[in-house]
């Protein structure tokens, strides 16, 4: 499952917005005040307080799965530019 995609830089492209009710239903295990969700077209990116998930379709059959998580995202390499 790990696949390394979650970076700094790959979290400062994504736009994020608050999730909906709809949102929260489709991820119940959601316990931050202010959960984030970021759809890339390819990726749904899920921002829960420090922890990050990421789902996407890597056989191309229409099944979502997760595909890389990070526990705390304030752990992150900074970037070296």
Same mark, same amino acid.
């Given at each position: 499952?790990?696949?390394?995609? *979650?970076?700094?830089?790959?979290?400062?492209?994504?736009?994020?917005?608050?999730?909906?009710?709809?949102?929260?239903?489709?991820?119940?295990?959601?316990?931050?005040?202010?959960?984030? *969700?970021?759809?890339?077209?390819?990726?749904?990116?899920? *921002?829960?307080?420090?922890?990050?998930?990421?789902?996407?379709?890597?056989?191309?059959?229409?099944?979502?799965?997760?595909?890389?998580?990070?526990?705390? *995202?304030?752990?992150?390499?900074?970037?070296?530019?």
């Amino acid at each position: 499952m790990k696949t390394n995609l *979650i970076t700094r830089d790959f979290l400062a492209s994504l736009k994020f917005r608050v999730m909906t009710p709809q949102d929260h239903n489709g991820f119940a295990g959601v316990d931050s005040p202010v959960p984030l *969700i970021a759809d890339t077209g390819d990726y749904l990116v899920v *921002i829960d307080g420090d922890r990050c998930e990421v789902y996407g379709d890597p056989a191309g059959d229409g099944t979502v799965d997760l595909i890389d998580i990070c526990t705390n *995202i304030r752990a992150l390499p900074m970037p070296q530019y």
